[in-house]
């Protein structure tokens, strides 16, 4: 079902421009639902939500009928059935090339009737406009109004989905590359492929693993709002890993990529995400892979940071995640790490966490000061180690750190 934002719901654009004319799709839907003076809904022809006209019912004006059994099931999944879109589609809104009025029909679940603005270009129908049909409804100059706006977002979503569907291959190629001349010419034919676009303001998203070990794996560019290119790339032992270039319009703002990664994660599993630092252009995709990656290695080993870690705030593991894996597994702290001293391991970590200062770390641990300093005790006496020596204190909290990964 058509998602409805009369839900007294409102969010910030995560959409950038494309193009100075076109604008971007919010800016678009907002300018419907100015025209018709009433909530526009956008939503791609797989009947999966692109943008929303924020509405503000008032306390006083809220109709608590708005909230039927389908645009309830809309807004919680975040898609329709395909039972639902069987149903509306049943009216002829993928042939049709004018505003379509849907009956309420309180049996399939609509208690109110809708209004579909077709979204087509050069014949084919890329999506739909939604509106609640009102009584008064919107006049027919109205809707041809309207309509104009709605071919302007089908050729913007027809630039994207041209500008998407054929960029797998580019983008993994950028992303796998050897440094050197191979990944300098990933990036031209990647530069080519992109145009104008590739020049603008992105973040590259890790999502892994990847639930699916098939490399074609990846969504559809259309069904990640803000993508520009997806695709899916080894990820060790753990089978693949999904990255996404996602635009942004500002470096300030990584909302659209936070955005990406979390819709993403719905359907991964266990997975975790991870976001690299914003950069102009795509000559240092190869570094921003590496950092989205260390953050959702970060995210996967630190429960502080998951789901979504950010490169920026992942603190020590931007150096830890450096390290080959066979670090972590240095003399001092073989022991230690062990099955049988877990709880000895976590108190040396929380106590080195805590600045080595005794008092935060015991109330942290919820035990007395005097059972932390025994504790303490029986650290140093299996990794050799001195907990007063800030060298050997590093190399403790290192090697404690790097086990996570």
Known sequence: MPWISDICLKVGSNYVRMDSVKG????LVDEISALLGAPATLENRDF???AFGAHDSGDTDFDATALDPVRTRSILTRRST???RTWFESFGITR???PIRIPPTPEAGVHRGRI??????????????????DDPGPTDAQLTAAMEVAARIGALLADEVQAGADLTREFRAVLTAERGWQRDMAVADLRTALGPRGEGLHAVVCVAPWP???????????????????????????????AVLVRLRSADVPTPAVSAATRLLESAGSAAAGIASARHGLEELGAAWWE???????????????????????????????????AADDPAARALLSPAHRELARTAEVFLDCAGQAGRAAAELGIHRQTLYY???????????????????????????????
């Open 24 to 27: 971007d799709y919010q800016e």
């Open 48 to 50: 999966e939500l692109i």
């Open 82 to 84: 395909a039972e639902v």
């Open 96 to 98: 049709a090339t004018a």
């Open 116 to 133: 579909c603005l077709p979204v087509r270009h050069r014949g084919f129908a890329l999506g739909y406009v939604w509106l609640l049909d």
């Open 212 to 242: 699916s070990a098939d490399p074609d794996s990846a969504p559809s560019v259309r069904t990640v709002q803000g993508a520009t290119a997806l695709c899916t790339v080894p990820w060790g032992t753990a089978g693949q890993s999904l």
């Open 292 to 326: 989205a990656s260390t953050a959702a290695r970060a995210a996967r080993a630190e429960p502080r940071f998951a789901p979504v870690a950010q490169w920026s705030e992942v603190g020590p593991y931007r150096l830890l995640t450096s390290l080959p894996p066979e």
């Open 375 to 405: 504790r303490l005790s029986r650290v140093e006496q299996l990794t050799a180690l001195d907990l007063d020596d800030g060298e050997d204190r590093l190399l403790l909290h290192m090697l404690l750190k790097a086990s996570r990964l």
